[in-house]
């Protein structure tokens, strides 16, 4: 078989070899660079983009638990005020509250609230009237709180997160009381556990204490 001949750029025959001209090896250099850089671009344009939507979903997630815990919140506190508002004590009529912040009988109720409770926590802890058994004066102390405290704090004019907290502890201190002695028959712990339940529960609907805000979570 004959010998395969190529014509190079001189114009001579030599066996077996194409010379190409080095113009047409750089424009396909070129081509290969550009469709490389084109995948690349490709690559990092899809990267950006799942790592966007990634976000977006993280974000979205966090809203709905956001939102569920807000409903959840809402529920709770319109069922506490549809109950406390059948069962706890109230004007009759519709009548304004003559107890407005900064009236007397504001601070009486408010000097009413704190005063039950501190004398209910000398009767728990069996400093006042003490026993050596169980005795009506110190379970009057452990129930001072939701007897006098909360009806005396509700009786004033209230924050709509005042309220909300109040009548939530209308409906907890209750179960409170009733659930505790199972584990404990102290009245002085059942008669904390309702004050640390109080403080709990204005520090999550009013916050810690501030300059707009002094009462706070007291």
């Avoid at 009767?123 to 058994?133: G, K, M, T």
């Avoid at 405290?149 to 502890?169: F, G, Y």
Wanted: net charge positive.
């Amino acid at each position: 078989m004959a010998a395969m001949r190529t014509v190079t750029l001189s114009g001579h025959f030599k066996p077996g070899v194409l010379a190409v001209p080095s113009s047409r090896i750089s424009r396909v250099h070129t081509r290969l660079g550009c469709k490389a850089e084109s995948q690349a671009g490709v690559a990092a344009e899809q990267e950006a983009t799942k790592t966007v939507e990634e976000t977006t979903e993280v974000k979205e997630q966090s809203v709905s638990a956001t939102d569920k815990v807000k409903d959840s919140s809402k529920d709770a506190s319109k069922i506490a005020r549809d109950v406390a508002s059948t069962f706890a004590p109230r004007p009759s009529g519709a009548v304004k509250n003559p107890a407005v912040k900064g009236s007397l009988l504001y601070k009486i109720f408010g000097w009413q609230a704190w005063g039950s409770a501190a004398i209910g926590g000398l009767l728990a802890f069996n400093v006042l009237l003490p026993s050596d058994e169980p005795s009506i004066a110190r379970l009057m102390g452990m129930w001072s709180v939701w007897m006098f405290t909360i009806p005396s704090l509700r009786a004033r004019e209230c924050t709509s997160k005042e309220k909300d907290a109040l009548n939530i502890l209308f409906l907890l201190v209750p179960l409170v009381n009733v659930a505790l002695p199972f584990v404990s028959k102290s009245f002085a712990t059942v008669y904390s556990a309702d004050l640390v339940a109080m403080a709990a529960i204005f520090y999550w609907k009013l916050g810690p204490p501030s300059e707009e805000n002094p009462e706070g979570a007291a």
